[in-house]
């Protein structure tokens, strides 16, 4: 059973930055690709940004692109997400997942098997 943690959440002006980070274990985690996800109050959970396995493509939201950097770590089981240029409507709870295998980027959260617990991200002056 894999577990996934995320952590690094926050409260950050408009214009900040934040980084965050979801350490796995309990799996091979090189083999999963792994993608960031967020809901806004009262809005359905959205895609915002994946990578595949090794790190070598990834894929965002239009919402983010330019902003955001997703990557990860497989010596560390890691994948982080780089949010830069913060704006007040990013404010979420932001989940990371993992599929169960898989050559390349899925967007879909039906595509995903395990998911952390979420991360507060607010943005607000």
């Known amino acids: 059973q894999v577990q996934l943690v995320e952590s690094g959440g926050g409260l950050v002006q408009p214009g900040g930055s934040l980084r965050l980070s979801c350490a796995a274990s309990?799996?091979?985690?090189?083999?999963?690709?792994m993608s960031w996800f967020r809901q806004a109050p009262g809005k359905e959970r959205e895609f915002v940004a994946g990578?595949?396995?090794?790190?070598?493509?990834?894929y965002y939201g239009d919402s983010v692109k330019g902003r955001f950097t997703i990557s990860r770590d497989n010596a560390k089981n890691t994948v982080y997400l780089q949010m830069n240029s913060l704006k007040p409507e990013d404010t979420a709870v932001f989940y990371c997942?993992?599929?169960?295998?898989?050559?390349?980027?899925?967007?879909?959260?039906?595509?995903?098997?395990?998911w952390g617990q979420g991360t507060q991200v607010t943005v607000s002056s």
């Open positions: 990578i595949n396995w090794s790190g070598a493509s990834t």
């Open positions: 997942a993992a599929k169960n295998g898989g050559r390349y980027i899925y967007t879909r959260i039906d595509d995903y098997v395990y």
């Open positions: 309990g799996g091979t985690f090189s083999n999963y690709p």
